[in-house]
């Protein structure tokens, strides 16, 4: 048996989402022909949306050098400006998918992900300067030598991206 919570109005796998009007993810239900429903399942679940692009992106990324050099933090959607400037990423990346161009692609690489990537990556003035691959949020910072490793990959259900830039409700 599992020590997670469980809740009554926990959605279930086979559910569609809808994002609310504060951005908030909410699981699809009502009768068929509904129309709350319609309207609700013809908008996108940009959370779930912008977190495959995420993994699905960084299954592509290579960095190369060591650890120092390319600082990652476990916990990623607890630093606001790395939220930021990924999801300025996927939504240039949202762009890109809809052009359908090469040249698109190959500015979105040289223009957006590099870039951004220069920043995020770097362990002297970046983002995750004060964190570890490995032992997690800010474990530089800590004086704890036996902290342990954080298997944490994706953020809680809770998590939300902003709601900046994202296109209008029709």
């Not at 129309?35 to 299954?59: G, I, P, S, T, V």
């Not at 362990?123 to 944490?152: I, S, W, Y």
Request: hydrophobic letters at 35%.
């Amino acid at each position: 048996m599992s020590d997670e919570p469980t809740y009554e109005d926990e959605p279930t796998a086979d559910e569609d989402y809808a994002v609310g009007p504060d951005g908030e993810i909410n699981p699809i239900r009502g009768e068929p022909g509904d129309d709350d429903q319609e309207e609700a399942a013809e908008r996108l679940d940009y959370r779930a949306a912008f977190l495959d692009w995420f993994d699905e992106h960084f299954n592509t990324v290579e960095v190369s050098g060591d650890r120092e050099r390319a600082p990652w933090c476990p916990e990623w959607w607890l630093h606001p400006e790395v939220v930021a400037r990924l999801w300025a990423l996927y939504l240039a990346w949202i762009n890109v998918e809809a052009s359908e161009s090469v040249a698109a692609l190959s500015d979105w690489w040289l223009n957006h992900w590099d870039r951004h990537r220069a920043i995020l990556f770097d362990g002297q003035t970046g983002p995750f300067r004060e964190c570890d691959t490995t032992r997690g949020h800010l474990a530089n910072r800590m004086r704890e030598k036996d902290r342990k490793a954080v298997p944490v990959t994706l953020p809680p259900d809770e998590w939300t991206p902003p709601k900046t830039g994202l296109p209008p409700e029709a």
